[in-house]
DNA sequence: TTGTATGCGTTATCAC
DNA sequence: GTGATAACGCATACAA
């Protein structure tokens, strides 16, 4: 590997300016960045980003801790993010957190110690308190999908609650009366806001929530199986559930069909998140856009701007759901 | 931030003498070390992994190149990988390549200016000779699911061939004779393999493979419904189809129930892959397994075996497929 | 516009 | 066992 003082060699200049002609920053005259670029190409000269990072105090890399490293929603976000900073040159270092508070903290130590000169965090376990502990160090981060009034800039989040009151409302408005709902975890602030949004929306239209049609599941799809079937044991009769995500509602969908149930005739099921698998399910999943490649760029661009000082334009932290109308629903008007 | 030198001077001793301790290699005083521990503690010392990497030449990051960061398989894959990775204290960078030769050299272009020991590559486009040259450069990497004989050593392959065999003579064990065949582009060798295979079955069996019963597809669901409308178009009937990936079957599906059929009573459906998205599929999708997330982690392991000297165990360079019968396929034996 | 000198935080090679 | 001291490859004040 040919280092810049070889190049300086070869070029007949100082190994300043060398580096001014790879920085581009201070003027250089025509000429020598000419012999210095000749120099460097037939050197085949890379600049050791180490030795760089060392001597400027940035590292230019961008630490991102998800949940998983697979699983369709982590893997649109992390899409998102890499598009965007890599075009940006900074490079991306990925951690899985897995949804457990011990690991997640390592994820995070993980990368610190690796000097990202950022993070992009999507946690669920680890608790506020935290996070705020960590925003008042030297470490920037920005949180996905979380919103912690507190640290509210570090935020770009998705209005959970709006979704969940679109997801029933539309149930609603379509003639269904009876709705079960089956929740993710309800210590996960997204499944527990979603909830609310369903609650929501059922006391606009004058029902009362039935305790009894709430199960808890896992948000995945094993849960909704199991959520369907415990559901469907209590006798209460409905004609729609909503589930807190796609991958849920795949598993209540057979969980019916199991019990000689026809979606959409016999139940509707609604769905969250709209990930690919949604447009893939049979019928093909009404649910909720949850735009997490959108957001993943938006933190991308959060970082470009305020850690590397770029030129971005200026970011949204709240992003609103949508509804993804299509076949596993029924209206029960005529 | 704390240094090495603050460290040494807190504990009074040389900062040689704290990098001792650290990497405890040579023999320190028991004395000396708690001192130094003590001080490292106090100070919440944390070394610098780039000022760690300049001085050893080794940055202690593995680059990843996948062709798209979303997508079940890359996901398992990448999963697999760091998982194995961290524990080692390894960090994983990504890239990715989006099965285009200008990207692809360029994702790997790009981690290797960012000083990685190692690459581990899923790359399409890019020519075998461009890898092989790169095999006789300094740089170390292993390439997954691609077999060039060559550079056999860097290779994790699955036996695409025997997979696509497996996955044909299911169908023909089970009394169809007449199968049609949506394929992959067929320059990815992948894709061409899994065709062979599927030829193979069928000369087994002594059936004369039927070129209008062939339709090239994308690897991805619109194109796999696209594929199915055009083999429904030829007015040749055929009993059942393979797929060469587990989307393409989910598009063909659609398309066939489009065209009011049903999956599997009028028509059959083969799989490949065996991502998550096959048992939520309805019916729950037979398919080929495709050990996406062990290959990954066989080819950490490889790395840490050969480029971190790490004890591990001897890794595998070819992994077999295995049949996955699920609800999409019926027997036309009675 | 260009060159010199120093520092970034470690590891590693010597001596002691 | 421990301590100086020289790399590692580059950025950057400061001079020229």
Request: include cysteine; aromatic fraction near 6%.
């Amino acid at each position: 590997m040919a280092t810049i003082y070889q190049v300086s060699e070869l070029a007949g200049v100082s190994l300043a300016t060398v580096s001014r002609v790879m920085n581009g920053g201070t003027r250089v005259s025509e000429k020598t960045r000419e012999k210095v670029n000749k120099a460097m190409e037939t050197l085949n000269y890379r600049p050791s980003s180490i030795a760089r990072s060392l001597a400027s105090n940035c590292s230019n890399s961008v630490g991102i801790l998800v949940s998983e490293l697979h699983g369709p929603i982590y893997g649109a976000m992390m899409s998102g993010i890499e598009k965007q900073l890599r075009t940006a040159g900074k490079h991306v270092i990925i951690a899985a957190g897995h949804s457990d508070a011990a690991s997640e903290k390592d994820g995070i130590e993980f990368l610190i110690a690796r000097n990202c000169d950022a993070l992009i965090l999507h946690v669920e376990a680890v608790s506020d308190e935290y996070l705020i502990e960590l925003a008042t160090t030297q470490h920037k981060f920005i949180l996905i999908n979380r919103y912690i009034p507190q640290i509210a800039d570090n935020c770009i989040s998705l209005n959970n609650r709006r979704g969940g009151y679109l997801a029933t409302k539309a149930l609603l408005e379509n003639g269904h009366r009876d709705i079960a709902y089956i929740s993710g975890p309800l210590w996960k602030m997204d499944a527990s806001d979603r909830y609310l949004g369903h609650q929501e929306a059922l006391a606009e239209h004058g029902i009362i929530c039935n305790d009894a049609l709430l199960s808890e599941g896992n948000f995945q799809e094993e849960g909704g199986n199991e959520c369907m079937l415990a559901l469907l044991e209590t006798k209460i009769p409905f004609s729609a559930v909503v589930c807190a995500n796609d991958e849920m509602a795949a598993g209540a969908m057979q969980a019916a069909r199991d019990k000689g149930m026809a979606v959409p005739n016999d139940i509707s099921v609604m769905g969250f998140d709209n990930v690919l698998l949604a447009q893939y399910m049979y019928p093909k999943l009404s649910t909720v856009n949850y735009p997490v490649q959108d957001m993943g760029k938006m933190a991308a661009s959060w970082i470009l701007k305020n850690i590397y000082q770029a030129n971005q334009p200026d970011v949204s932290h709240v992003f609103e759901p949508e509804l993804v109308w299509r076949d596993s629903v029924i209206s029960l008007k005529r």
